[in-house]
């Protein structure tokens, strides 16, 4: 089975500053996806960015980048610039890229990001 | 956008009630998941379901059930619901194999 890490409970920034939340994954699988979700007081889990295991290139959404070490096993995120809006409970999770209808999310318990003005 | 939208936000109950909490998409997705979210623990999959009338066990499937009756619609159903069942539990929802999923806003459940 799938399992998900995330070493660090809680983290903290100041703003304008860069972070990197780690998180890393056990799989015997050679194709699957990786995910951060972010989820703030409001309680909505929200996704980050995604990668796609067969894709070298790491991907990057805005202020959110992520570095994928296959090799590894791991998957870490980086906050560029962080903003008050960025504190939240983040959470990394995987899923198997399989066909049938195993579409379920394996997910780590979590890093809550404090921003400091 | 995507609204996955969970009839409750807060719900009280007490031991051995029947408990249903529910959930609807309005993307047509074919997938929907529950979870529960415990501090300390993240997220767990409770079932989920792949079509109508579909349904397969998650990780912790005990003591719950569920019904898709229709595809924009999954119930979960707490038949007797116990002190331990206390938790935050997220919807989600997806399209096909390769399309992230989309969470409602959660309902927190407490069982007195």
């Known amino acids: 089975a799938q399992t998900v890490t995330q070493s660090q409970p809680e983290m903290s920034v100041q703003e304008a500053e860069t972070v990197t939340l780690s998180c890393t994954y056990d799989?015997?699988?050679?194709?699957?996806?990786l995910f951060w979700y972010k989820q703030p007081p409001s309680r909505q889990m929200i996704l980050v960015i995604r990668q796609e295991a067969y894709k070298q290139q790491n991907a990057t959404e805005n202020r959110f980048s992520v570095n994928f070490q296959k090799a590894a096993k791991s998957f870490s995120l980086k906050i560029s610039d962080s903003q008050l809006g960025d504190a939240a409970m983040y959470f990394c999770?995987?899923?198997?890229?399989?066909?049938?209808?195993?579409?379920?999310?394996?997910f780590g318990k979590g890093t809550l990001l404090t921003v400091n003005p | 956008d995507v609204k996955v939208t969970q009839s409750s936000r807060y719900l009280v109950k007490r031991t051995g009630e029947k408990v249903f909490l529910e959930c609807v998409q309005d993307m047509d997705h074919e997938n929907m998941f529950w979870y529960r979210q415990d501090p300390g623990l993240g997220l767990r999959l409770i079932y989920f379901?792949?079509?109508?009338?579909?349904?397969e066990k998650g990780d912790i499937p005990e003591g719950y059930s569920v019904s898709r009756e229709k595809k924009e619609r999954f119930s979960l159903i707490l038949e007797s619901a116990s002190t331990n069942q206390t938790s935050m539990y997220l919807c989600?929802?997806?399209?096909?194999?390769?399309?992230?999923?989309?969470f409602g806003d959660g309902t927190r459940l407490s069982i007195l």
């Open positions: 379901s792949y079509d109508v009338k579909m349904k």
């Open positions: 799989t015997s699988e050679s194709d699957y996806y």
């Open positions: 999770a995987y899923r198997t890229a399989d066909g049938g209808s195993n579409y379920k999310l394996t």
């Open positions: 989600a929802s997806s399209q096909g194999q390769h399309r992230p999923q989309h």
